[in-house]
Every structure is written in structure tokens, then in C-alpha cells.
């Protein structure tokens, strides 16, 4: 070996100076990948990222593969540079070769490399793919006892080596990748998106029209009564009932109704003929669920029911679109605004609002676990029906009764703080009354 002219000795060891940092870069691409968008490329049929998900499919392989290759190139690598050095200056070339080594190992087939894969993991992970999937098979003796070496020490240690599905996000997860696409794609576009992730969590409870504010059509009510409702209503579909809404005969769609009408013959025996049965839904139904069920059962509308089987609210299908993509409909209850902003910069509210809603509108957080609507809140926290002018505090937000009729809190006023907390709710701190 001392024949060997030092050119080719220097020109070999650079060469395993490479490989080395072609192993170390393409170790730290192929983890960095992003899998999904890997996945993406692997449906277009491109061949590195074909390759590449093929590898990462066994990970535990393709890490013995690529530390087994660096390994033994540092090894060459180790021994080349004592021999270069012992042939230049002799025992004290030895110490030299070390310390250079150190360097230039780090420098060339350590760090530089990783941090360029980091950057950059498809530039240098896909083409690398080529190199491994052959790879893989010529060595696959040779990992296969590693890995079975590797799992016969884990197991002496009582450390399982069952891989587990790291790829799959769940909601929340999902919920900060898309917060991350800020910039990518349309603030409306992610909202609905997130919106769409809510649904999950969101029951028909927390949208549904509650039992007291159905507006339907009693068949023991004076005819005349009834004639004037569906002329001055806005609804496409109304429920029909006797005495109460318990009592359902089923839906009746105006748009039948109406030619009745122009013919004169409209009376409650045709209406009853014209009603579609009623949909019921039991309480505590997530979106997601109650909008398949909608498709599946071609229905728009449905009646949310307790477990006694006694009817609780009213849901459309428009109620669960609008969790989603927002206020878009006509819904003539809309005239009625349940939010004027006073002077003063508070607001004052409808009883009758949902928590969610009134969160969502004024950026605030008061409790929504526990009574849906603004009314059952403040009846929670007070314990009793509070009179007109009574103040409370609701999670560091203060709050006014304006008006009470029929044992509600038909209105109160909101006020938003600067220092308001946006914490856990709190129990009430009265401020008079």
C-alpha cells in the first residue's frame, strides 16, 4: 500500500468524504419529507417520490440501510486519513489526521449536508430514493439481522418496537395546519375550513331554534288566524300541530299551499293531506352526524327531541351550512337584530341569543358549556329570576338585565372591557340589585 501515490490516496478520501455526506443529507431529506404532499407526488406517478414512500413504509429498514452505509464509509474513511497522515509525518501525522478528521467530518459529512437536507429534504431525499430502493434489496440479509438484533436487545430492555401510525393528524393538529396556510390560500377559504372542523364539536343543541320560538301553524287556532300567518310568513316549510308542538302532524311546504290558495281550496283538511311526517333528531347530535343524516334522508328539516321524546328546538339544514360558510340567508328573523351596539361601546342582546353566537359576534368568551342561550346563563349564575337593573359579572364581562317578561331575560347589556379575561368562566360578582 505504499506503492499507492498519495493523488489517489487524497482523491479516495474525498470521494468517501462524499458519500458520507451524501448518507448523513439524505438520512435527514428523507425524514424531513412532508408526507402528505410526498403522498401527492407518489399520485402523479413521480418516481423518486414513488420510491420514496415505498421506503419510508419501513422506516426501522431504511435507517439500518443508510446508517450501515455511513458507518462503514466513516470507518474507510478513519482508517484512510491515520495512513495518510502516518505516511506524511509519521506517529505525530497520526494526531494531526485526528484532529482534521473531526473537523472535516463535521464540517463536510455531518453538518453541512443535514442542514442543506433540512432545507431542502425533496431536492435531495427524492433523488436518493433511486440509490436506496436497490440498495435495500442487495442488502436486505445484511439489515434484516441488524433489525433483528436491534429488537432482541429492546425487547431484553421490555421496550416495545411496534410502530405506530405518526402520519395520521387529529383534529387539532389538522386545526394548526390549516391556521398555518395563512397566506396560501384565502382568509375566508381557511375560516371555512376551521368552521367545517367545529362541527365535530358543535351539537344540534347549540344551533337549533328552541321549542318557544317555533313558529308553526295550530290546527285548533281560528282558520282566519292561520290564513294571515302563512300570508305574512317568510318561511318556505312550516310545522303543523295540534294545540302543541308536541302534538306534530308534520311539515307543510308553501309552495304546495300556495295553489290551493289561488283555487280556494284551502282548508285544514287539505293542509293535513299536504304535510310531509315529521323528521326528529335526538338532542345531543354532532353536525358532522346531523348533516349526513340530512343527505341520507333528503331531508331540510328536523326536530330535535329529548329522551322522553318530548320536542326541544327546531333544525335546518341552512342552520348547519351557516356554522361553515356563515350568515347567508334571508331568514326574515334576521330583521329582528339581536345585537345593537349602544353609544357607550356595549351592546345589547336578545335573551334568546346563543353563547356561541354572541361569542363569535363580539369576540368575547363567555362560558358556552352548560345553558345554550344568554337567558339561561345569567338564570344560572343569579339562581333566580332576576329583576330589571340587576348586574352581574359573567367570566370578568358585565352584565345588565334591561328587560325580564314571562320569567326571561327578554334583554340585557353587555359591556366589553379592555381588561376583560378570556378565561374560564367565573361565578357571578354581583355589581348591585
Known sequence: MNDIPLTWLFITFIVLILMSGFFSSSETGLMSLNRYRLKHLAGKKHGGAVRAVSLLKQPDKLITLILLGNNFVNILITQLATYIGYRLYGEAGIAIAAGLLTLILLLFAEVTPKTLAAAYPEKIALPAAYVYQPLSKIFHPVVWVINWLARLVLKIFLISDKNSDNDALNSEELRVAVNETSGLIPDSHRDMLLSILD???????????????????????????????????????????????????????????????????????????????????????????????????????????????????????????????????????????????????????????????????????????????????????????????????????????????????????????????????????????
Not at 216 to 225: A, R, S
Not at 300 to 312: K, L, N, S, T, W
Open 199 to 433: 362541527l365535530e364539536r358543535v351539537t344540534v343543541d347549540d344551533i337549533m331554534v328552541p321549542r318557544s320560538e317555533i313558529i308553526g301553524i295550530d290546527l285548533e287556532d281560528d282558520w282566519h288566524e292561520t290564513l294571515k300567518l302563512i300570508n305574512n310568513l317568510s318561511y318556505t316549510r312550516i310545522p303543523i300541530y295540534t294545540d302543541n308542538i308536541d302534538n306534530l302532524i308534520g311539515i307543510a311546504q308553501l309552495r304546495k299551499v300556495l295553489p290551493l290558495l289561488l283555487n280556494d281550496e284551502f282548508n285544514p283538511e287539505s293542509l293535513v293531506n299536504l304535510t310531509r311526517e315529521g323528521y326528529f333528531i335526538p338532542e345531543g347530535t354532532p353536525l358532522t352526524t346531523q348533516l349526513i343524516n340530512f343527505r341520507k334522508n333528503k331531508r331540510r328539516i328536523g326536530f330535535v327531541v329529548d329522551e322522553y321524546g318530548d320536542i326541544q328546538g327546531l333544525v335546518a339544514i341552512e342552520d348547519i351550512l351557516e356554522e361553515i360558510v356563515g350568515e347567508f340567508t334571508t331568514d326574515p328573523t334576521a330583521l329582528h337584530q339581536d345585537f345593537f351596539r349602544d353609544a357607550d361601546g356595549s351592546f345589547l342582546v336578545d335573551g334568546a341569543t346563543h353563547i356561541r353566537d354572541i361569542n363569535r359576534n363580539l369576540e368575547i368568551q363567555l362560558p358556552s358549556e352548560g345553558p345554550r342561550t344568554l337567558n339561561g346563563l345569567i338564570l344560572e349564575h343569579m339562581e333566580f329570576i332576576p329583576e330589571s337593573g340587576t348586574s352581574l359579572k359573567i367570566s370578568g364581562y358585565p352584565v345588565e338585565i334591561m328587560q325580564v317578561k314571562n320569567n326571561m331575560v327578554k334583554t340585557a347589556r353587555i359591556s366589553l372591557p379592555a381588561d376583560a379575561p378570556a378565561t374560564s368562566p367565573q361565578s357571578e360578582l354581583p355589581l348591585n340589585g
